[in-house]
């Protein structure tokens, strides 16, 4: 059964609309500027139309005040658009009146406010005045209206601006600790996540970054821990595995004598493999660089390897990498592929790009989903061969390389997934350029063999 595996970190895809923090912001304040600006507006509106009225009331009462004692002193009236009993009279205003006190009323029509005024006199008539809303008012509140909605439209798109500037700082230290920790999860030990997002000023993003920091160094020390146990382990377990080994060679010949020497090799490969899992952790591993040519090396080595594998070379071409680490990751490939697949095993060269295939039952779906895991196969049992080993070696050589190793199986195009596969892929990406970046270094060209 083929090795489960796990990454540092899944990535999981949730369906909906992705919006940024900036836009957010931004809506929740252009919101709230807009409620606070429409309100305002109704504020000031109703605070000028009832100061106006007020004013046009106050003028109206002046003049029916004055054409009433030029009534009662010349006993007619002589003021401008005073009328005697009008019987357009508002019944409200009408009622005030006839109580004998001077009121003034306020109707409005649709086309805008009517003033009224009216006051007894001794005679028992009523004076009245009627005027409309004076048309430098209506200009002036057509004026004011016309402000409140420009300030309004004002305060929203500063609000916007405000938020988006805002919200874009939050956002971009955001984005800056996410793709630092990203970093980190890759196993880039020197990134620090406080450093990345840079600034001045101290915030929940600083308190966030820091707490990510103290999580990576205390997982980092302790995976640093447990390597070193596991190398140390190893490392103890070969001496007394070699002695083991060559005792087992003196033993006299027979069935007993092979079933030692085969337990006392298997165990002796364990450790070797456990010894290069811990170096491999330790990212201090560097590729010795060398040019070759791809599908002649992977032919050559293949052969030597199983003759009864089929290589087939679709497209040559020349790269830059470790011949003894690519050779490793291919021949764990194959190893793979003999032991949990079934023949015909095929490889495919085509430029840079390798491809193991066997025809067996594929790859388990936990090993699609999440990677190489030591000490762990697919089988759900304990009956299963192999100890997980193979695929996290290559998979670890293949990161000293700068290459990139993917899996998948093989099935009829639209099928489902629960119809069984027909065969396992290993594809082998080799990068374009050499990886000097991670301290690799190029090496002489070798004359020939291995």
């Given amino acids: 059964m083929r090795g489960i595996i796990r990454r540092p970190m899944r990535r999981v895809e949730r369906a909906g609309l992705r919006s940024g923090l900036r836009w957010k ?35 109206a009462n002046a003049r029916v005040q004055i054409a009433q004692r030029n009534y009662e002193l010349g006993g007619r009236p002589n003021f401008p658009s005073i009328r005697i009993d009008d019987p357009e009279l508002p019944p409200p205003l009408r009622d005030k009146v006839r109580q004998g006190r001077r009121a003034s009323y306020v109707s409005d029509r649709g086309t805008g406010p009517d003033i009224w005024a009216a006051v007894p006199v001794k005679d028992g008539h009523v004076l009245s005045l009627h005027s409309n809303f004076p048309d430098r008012s209506t200009d002036v509140m057509k004026d004011l209206d016309q402000a409140l909605v420009i300030g309004s439209i004002a305060v929203v798109l500063g609000g916007s601006a405000l938020g988006v500037l805002i919200g874009g700082q939050l956002s971009r230290r955001l984005r800056k600790a996410a793709a630092a920790a990203g970093r980190v999860a890759k196993g880039e030990t020197d990134v620090r996540v406080r450093e990345a997002i840079g600034g001045v000023v ?73 010894l290069e899992v811990a170096r491999l952790d330790g990212a201090s591993e560097r590729a010795e660089l060398q040019d070759l040519m791809l599908g002649e090396f992977v032919a050559r080595r293949v052969a030597a390897k199983d003759p009864d594998v089929t290589v087939r070379v679709v497209h040559e ?48 779906e936990g090993l699609l989903a999440e990677g190489p895991s030591r000490f762990r196969t697919g089988s759900r049992d304990r009956a299963g061969q192999g100890h997980g080993l193979g695929l996290t070696i290559a998979a670890g050589q293949a990161r000293v390389l700068g290459a990139r190793l993917t899996f998948r199986n093989v099935r009829p195009a639209g099928a489902p997934g629960h119809i069984p596969a027909e065969g396992a892929v290993a594809v082998l990406w080799l990068p374009e350029h050499a990886p000097t970046n991670t301290g690799s270094h190029p090496m002489l060209p070798l004359s020939g063999g291995r």
């Avoid at 912001?25 to 009225?53: D, Q």
């Avoid at 680490?325 to 592929?337: G, W």
């Fill in 202 to 274: 101290r915030d929940e993003t600083d308190d966030l970054a820091r707490a990510v920091d103290a999580m990576a160094d205390a997982l980092r020390q302790r995976l640093e821990a447990e390597r070193r146990v596991t190398a140390d382990i190893a490392h103890e377990l070969r001496t007394p595995v070699t002695g083991l080994l060559t005792a087992a060679e003196l033993l006299p010949p027979g069935r007993p004598t092979e079933l030692v020497l085969d337990r006392a090799k298997a165990m002796r490969t364990l450790v070797e493999d456990v």
């Fill in 317 to 364: 071409s020349e790269v830059t990498t470790d011949p003894r680490r690519l050779e490793r990751v291919l021949f764990n490939l194959l190893a793979n592929a003999a032991r949990h697949g079934r023949p015909p095993v095929e490889v495919t060269v085509e430029g840079r790009v390798i491809r193991v295939r066997d025809h067996g039952p594929g790859f388990p």
């Fill in 25 to 59: 912001l931004s809506a929740a304040i252009a919101l709230v500027a807009g409620l606070v600006a429409i309100a305002l507006s109704l504020v000031v509106h109703n605070a000028a139309r009832v100061s106006m009225l007020d004013n046009a009331r106050d003028l």
